[in-house]
């Protein structure tokens, strides 16, 4: 950081050690700032390749998300229309045992009827 320097007698007499002096402080500050600068370029490119990393991640997890999307509509689609099936199933079933019914019905009723008229 810069900061002011007091001058002494001795700078005031001798200004070539002074204009040294300043010179030196010159070069210091101007290393520790391109060596800040340097470390900055460093951190921005670090945290570009992460941020690259992250997006790449969130590209991949979002089509992930998406097949399993397309993969759920399509297992409930295949879940409605089974539902479907075994509701008409369930009714055909029900016809199929009211038919049965009437036939063993009819079935009893005749031979009711046959053994009226063998006696």
């Known amino acids: 950081m810069p900061y002011l320097q007091v001058l002494s007698f001795f700078d005031v007499v001798y200004p070539h050690n002074l204009i040294f002096s300043l ?20 951190m921005a490119s670090d945290l570009r390749v992460r941020l690259e990393a992250a997006q ?3 590209d991949e997890k979002s089509g992930q998300l998406l097949e399993l999307r397309d993969e759920l509509a399509e297992l409930r689609n295949i879940r409605f229309k089974r ?5 008409q199933m369930q009714a055909q079933l029900s016809q199929k045992q009211s038919e049965l019914t009437a036939v063993q019905l009819e079935k009893q ?11």
């Open 109 to 119: 009723m005749v031979k009711s009827l046959n053994m009226l008229l063998l006696k």
């Open 83 to 87: 539902e479907t099936e075994l509701t």
């Open 56 to 58: 790449r991640e969130l």
């Open 23 to 42: 010179k030196e402080s010159r070069q210091r500050l101007e290393t520790e700032i391109a060596e800040e600068l340097e470390a900055h370029k460093r």
